[in-house]
Nanobody, 126 residues
Framework: QVQLVESGGGLVQAGGSLRLSCAAS????????MGWFRQAPGKEREFVAT????????RYADFVKGRFTISRDNGKNTMYLQMNSLKPEDTAVYYC???????????????????WGQGTQVTVSS
């Protein structure tokens, strides 16, 4: 079993930055791809970014390209999401997740992830 805890969310003005963290416990996630998703009120959960098990490969949703950066520190069993140039439409609960397959290169679909955190709220004011 893996437990994931997100942190770093909060209220920020448009144009500002936040850094989300996702700390894993229970077992190492070193060999597994991880990802960030978000869900706004009344909307489905959507893909934001994913990173391969080694950290050498990343993929982003078009709406965050050039603004968000995903990274991981396998020694700390932690993944990050640096969010810059935030927009009001980025407001959502952000979730981290661990992929199903060993040595995965990253996934964009929610059904490819086995473990999820409880989420952290990000609110961007205009």
């Amino acid at each position: 079993q893996v437990q994931l805890v997100e942190s770093g969310g909060g209220l920020v003005q448009a144009g500002g930055s936040l850094r989300l963290s996702c700390a894993a416990s229970g077992r190492t996630v070193r060999g597994y791809a991880m990802g960030w998703f978000r869900q706004a009120p009344g909307k489905e959960r959507e893909f934001v970014a994913t990173i391969s098990w080694s950290g050498g490969s990343t993929r982003y949703a078009d709406f965050v390209k050039g603004r968000f950066t995903i990274s991981r520190d396998n020694g700390k069993n932690t993944m990050y999401l640096q969010m810059n140039s935030l927009k009001p439409e980025d407001t959502a609960v952000y979730y981290c997740a661990v992929g199903r397959q060993l040595y995965g290169l990253g996934y964009v679909r929610t059904n490819e992830y086995d473990y999820w955190g409880q989420g952290t709220q990000v609110t961007v004011s205009s």
